[in-house]
């Protein structure tokens, strides 16, 4: 929000302070100043070297060689029809000047003007902005010869002077600016454009600003009980309430509307120095009457509409005496069409609320409003509108049709329904002032909800504890009072009543922090001393879960895996590629179509990360950990942790050794799950081949058991499911975990000593049949061998009619140790020949020679 100085000082004394001092209050109080425009007020002078505080720009203006000047006459050039030379007087002596502006070009030799025109004079020696070129170019004004007529002054254009970028006409001053008068002195100005966050914006104003300066300063605040009061009428008008009446259909959408009336208006430009505020607040000037709706705007923080009182008497056709017209807030009917002032149909939907009448609507509530009941040059009667608004309702509706403005970001941040009746009537007072209309007496106020001011009590200790600082009840009071709290010492407790216009002080407990925090702003963040903390440090308390989790992701990152973070919104269709739910938990106001619901299936996620990924590399190798979603009928939804992984690509990359490398396969991923599951100290772990899951590819699919409990299950991607993805050509490896039963486990810590006798290395070979489990096999040769047998590793698979039709050959390499002695070959031989013999028993199996 832009914010001139000149506009400020209406409402506090400044002076003392430089625009850089009051930037840095405002900053130091949470209003960030972002940068400093200086529109003819000298700029502030830095030595070689040193930095400014804020960004600055601008043109001063010199007091000597800009000042006030009065055109007496307007005459013709001798060699140029579009060129005009001005008689002028500069406070001092007659100039004459030449000019080619548009907007004085009728007056060519008309002779004396009747009313001398007041305009911003630069002398020869002049340095401003360059009129006609592109930016902000600075010249300095030369006395040079125009088409014969010499010329060494200039009459100036707001582009010249820095106020805008307009330079089709030159400034036509108001009447009442003093001729001679230094420029700078008139009308000299800095804009302090300021961000309004969120929790600031009450202060979205100009008041607002004032009275936050005023608080930090000390210093009063000037208001004028004017502002806040309609203007009586000076001849017998109708009241307004015996002409219009107001129906709020839904008071928590609009807890209060308000409505005054204006006749007689005289739609004309605004004075100059009206338009100048506004335009330096980047507000376009328009007409008297909505400049005056903006002006109020800026100034107080209630947002105004306009509507032409006679287009509405004309809607209902000349009502009977007696009948009033109704204005009506409702929520729109889906379908229903409004064309607002931007000449845009608008499509709207049931949750955009309309200020109508009985023939209709009128206008988007707190947005926009219709172009039918505009202001326009032949408007002579006014009905002036301010409401308040629910803002959670006017942000969506701005969004939904595009339409930021300056009274939608006010009303979507929260504006206090007391605002309403004082907006009005200062819009009317600067109506009547700038139009010379005449205000109806009373205003039509209907005020269904009004909001309950907070009500907050706060300790000395809780300053003491919470700001570091000794304050009395007194000295809080002093602080807050600045900032329009009212404050009443009950017993030991300071009770504090958050002022009118305030929607953003709690009750309780955040209604404390909240009003510390007013009192730290108005005391001075930077006066606050630094000390150090007095309370204890609250014991640490670890939380297992995430320190669990934050171990297997460090495991999984160690294994070559990548984590990704998917969005937990999805759609149906999305997750039914890799399976069909019947039920979700579905979002209430989806950001987007495509992410209603959320998810069900963890995997479905990060096959959407692979996929749109999937042409960026050779290989992937993708985890993520986190919820799903299970709904539960009448209540929250169930969210179990899992891990996923995903895996496809080519094992390692072709380099000028291994031309045509492998894909990985599903004793990849197989691999990667027992360094992971041993990283976790499960030990009890086995791995069973299924069928059971319908996304896997049946044959290369497994479950993992951990203590006879189903932990996961892996394997390749179905074909006809990686159908429905753009994967490419490689197989597709996925396995999902249930972390909560994973965590469930007690993790083993066994402990060996390092043995100090010598191991004996002997491999065997086995025949048995093709049915016959490796993982059956070793689990034989561990029970029979005993602690004797203390490393078993398979570390070939043979098949070969050789060996026999459904057969194959196992070959293991076996590790005997004992720990009290050295191991003799015949002991060795001895073990073997045992487990061979179980083997043979059990399995069928015969031993390879």
């Known amino acids: 929000m832009k914010i001139p100085l000149s506009w400020l000082k209406d409402f506090i004394d400044l002076d003392g302070l430089s625009a850089e001092d009051i930037a840095r209050k405002l900053t130091l109080a949470g209003l960030e100043v972002d940068e400093i425009l200086y529109v003819g007020l000298p700029m502030p002078a830095y030595m070689d070297g040193e930095k400014h505080e804020f960004k600055t720009n601008g043109i001063a203006w010199d007091r000597e060689k800009i000042v006030v000047g009065e055109i007496r006459e307007v005459k013709p050039h001798p060699n140029a029809d579009k060129l005009t030379l001005l008689d002028l007087y500069d406070g001092q002596q007659d100039q004459v000047v030449l000019t080619g502006a548009p907007n004085i070009f009728h007056l060519k ?6 009313k001398p025109i007041k305009v911003a004079y630069a002398k020869e020696g002049s340095t401003l902005y360059d009129g006609h070129a592109e930016g902000q170019v600075l010249m300095t004004l030369k006395r040079a010869k125009i088409r014969g007529v010499e010329s060494y002054s200039m009459v100036c254009s707001e582009k010249e002077l820095g106020i805008t970028d307009e330079s089709d006409g030159i400034i036509l001053l108001d009447d009442d600016a ?6 700078a002195d008139y009308m000299g100005d800095a804009v302090l454009d300021i961000s309004i966050l969120p929790n ?14 005023a608080a930090m300063l000390g210093r009063e605040l000037k208001v004028e009980s004017s502002k806040s009061q309609v203007q009586p009428s000076t001849s017998n008008l109708q009241p307004v309430t015996d002409l219009v009446e107001i129906e709020i259909t839904n008071p928590e959408l609009n807890p209060r509307f308000v ?12 004075p100059y120095q009206i338009q100048r505020r506004l335009k330096l607040a980047d507000i376009r000037p328009i007409n008297n009457v909505v400049d005056a709706t903006n002006y109020a705007m800026l100034e107080l923080g209630e947002p105004l509409h306009a509507f032409d009182y006679d287009v509405l008497v004309g809607r209902i056709g000349n009502p009977p005496h007696g009948k009033k017209i109704k204005i009506i807030t409702r929520t729109a ?15 709207l939907t049931s949750s955009n609320v309309l200020v109508c009448d009985e023939k209709g609507s009128l ?39 595009n339409l930021p403005s300056e009274a939608s970001f006010r009303f979507s941040r929260g504006v206090h329904p007391a605002l309403a009746e004082h907006g009005v009537s200062l819009g009317l007072r600067y109506m009547a002032e700038w139009s010379g209309g005449a205000t109806a007496p009373d205003l039509v106020d209907a005020y269904p909800l009004p909001p309950k001011d907070a009500v907050v009590d706060i300790t000395v200790d809780d300053i003491k504890r919470w700001l570091g600082i000794d304050l009395t009840f007194e000295q809080t009071a002093d602080l807050l009072s600045r900032l329009e709290f009212k404050c009443e010492v009950k017993g030991d407790k300071l009770q504090v009543t958050a002022p009118p216009h305030r929607m953003d002080i709690g009750e309780g407990i955040v209604g404390v922090a909240d009003v510390l925090e007013e009192i730290a702003r108005s005391y001075g963040y930077d006066n606050i001393p630094t000390t150090t903390m007095a309370d204890p440090l609250p014991p640490q308390v670890g939380n297992p879960v995430h320190e669990w989790e934050e171990h297997l992701r460090d495991l999984l990152v160690a294994l070559g895996l990548q984590e990704v973070v998917t969005y937990r919104m999805t759609s149906p269709e999305k997750e039914a590629r890799i399976a069909k739910h019947d039920d979700y938990v579905r979002i209430a106001n989806p950001t987007t179509p495509d992410k209603n619901v959320l998810r069900r299936s963890l995997i479905a996620s990060v096959l959407d990360t692979l996929e749109k990924n999937i042409r960026n590399s050779e290989a992937f190798s993708f985890f993520e950990i986190g919820p799903i979603f299970e709904p539960v009928p009448n209540d929250l939804p169930l969210e179990p942790r899992k891990l996923a992984i995903v895996m496809t690509g080519l094992r390692e990359a072709a380099s000028w050794d291994v031309k045509e490398p492998p894909n990985l396969d599903f004793f990849d991923l197989k691999g990667r799950i027992e360094l992971m599951l041993s990283g976790l100290r499960l030990t009890n772990v086995s791995y069973t081949a299924t069928d059971s899951y319908s996304s896997l590819h049946p044959g290369k699919a497994a479950e993992v058991k951990a203590d006879g409990k189903v932990i996961g299950m892996f394997g390749e991607l179905h074909p006809l499911v990686k159908e429905e993805y753009e994967l490419g050509d490689s197989p597709v490896l996925v396995a999902e975990f249930d972390l909560d039963l994973m965590r469930g486990i007690e993790p083993t810590y066994g402990i060996k000593t390092i043995p100090e006798t010598p191991p004996i290395y002997e491999d065997i070979a086995v025949i048995v049949d093709e049915s016959v489990l490796a993982e059956t096999v070793e689990t034989l040769i561990r029970q029979t061998g005993g602690r004797s047998v203390t490393n078993i590793r398979l570390f070939d698979l043979y098949r070969d009619e050789k060996i026999g039709a459904g057969k194959k050959s196992l070959a293991y390499s076996l590790t005997y140790q004992a720990e009290d002695k050295t191991m003799t ?14 083997l043979e028993r059990e399995v069928g199996a015969k031993l390879r020679s």
């Open 333 to 347: 009917k889906d379908g229903e069409k409004l064309t607002t002032l931007d000449d845009i149909e608008r499509t």
């Open 259 to 270: 409505l005054g009336l204006i006749r007689d208006v005289e739609i004309k430009p605004s």
């Open 200 to 213: 600031m914006a009450r202060n979205a104003n100009v008041i607002g600003i004032a009275r936050e300066l």
């Open 178 to 183: 003093p001729v001679g008068m230094p420029l």
């Open 109 to 114: 030799g008309t002779g004396k003007l009747e």
């Open 363 to 401: 206008s988007i509530a707190g947005v926009m409003g219709g172009a039918e009941s505009e202001v326009t040059d032949s408007t002579k009667n006014i009905l002036l509108e301010g409401a308040a608004w629910n803002f959670i309702n006017i942000r969506r509706t701005a969004q939904q049709h």
């Open 825 to 838: 070959d015949a002991e060795a031989a001895a073990i073997r020949n045992k487990i061979v013999k179980r």
